[in-house]
């Protein structure tokens, strides 16, 4: 999603989910952002925050005038979850130690109670929701380290979600990265790199922050 502000103080604008950003161009008053679909349009906006998850390196890179050195690399961490078939032993959240790149396959449990484990790790090369069954020989091993009674049978593939890293499998993990004109250079940009799950929960401190460096 890109946020925008126009040239009144009070004006606003964003593009329209589903609205493919062809291409951007700084200018030297705002920058211009180009817009594919149904309907194709030019948008000016003095102030351009690109928080598009998995895609913010994507449309960093189609802003012409932002130097290419402050577009990170993509990794994508896939996160897989397998759900408990039967009643859950759990009244709380589980969570084993962290490993590198995630919290490791911890519980968690949903309103109507249902268990599920996850997320694992799994690095991609494309954008893939699908959980592979194959996966469930680890997530057996991973919840046997603190649920032992554990039986063959009772995991089901669930859901998958796709961390945005801006490092990959043999690196430190690394913090967000808000990039403003003070890094990049070009004023009224802001870029959001790599803001994975925890960043859902921080995103009003982020958004507070984001603010202050747009300013500068």
Do not use: C
């Not at 290419?68 to 084993?96: E, Q």
């Not at 808000?178 to 799950?197: A, K, Q, T, W, Y």
């Amino acid at each position: 999603m890109l946020a925008l502000q126009g040239d009144a103080e009070d004006a606003g604008a964003m593009i329209a989910f589903k609205t493919p950003l062809e291409r951007a161009r700084v200018r030297e008053h705002d920058i211009a952002l180009e817009t594919g679909g149904a309907e194709p349009m030019q948008v000016l906006a003095r102030t351009v925050v690109n928080a598009a998850g998995l895609h913010a390196q994507h449309v960093a890179a189609s802003i012409h005038g932002l130097p290419p050195a402050f577009v990170p690399p993509t990794f994508f961490a896939k996160g897989n979850y397998y759900s408990l078939i039967g009643r859950s032993p759990f009244s709380r959240l589980v969570y084993p130690m962290p490993n590198q790149a995630g919290l490791g396959v911890h519980v968690t449990i949903d309103l109507g109670g249902q268990a599920r484990f996850g997320p694992d790790v799994e690095w991609i090369e494309r954008i893939d929701y699908d959980v592979d069954p194959r996966r469930a020989d680890s997530f057996y091993a991973a919840i046997r380290d603190y649920w032992p009674g554990l039986r063959d049978g009772q995991l089901a593939p669930g859901y998958a979600g796709i961390r945005p890293k801006i490092v990959g499998p043999s690196e430190k993990a690394a913090d967000f990265v808000v990039s403003g004109p003070r890094d990049h250079g070009v004023p009224g940009l802001v870029n959001l790199f790599g803001i994975e799950s925890p960043g859902l929960t921080a995103a009003l401190a982020i958004a507070d922050h984001v603010v202050e460096v747009a300013r500068h």
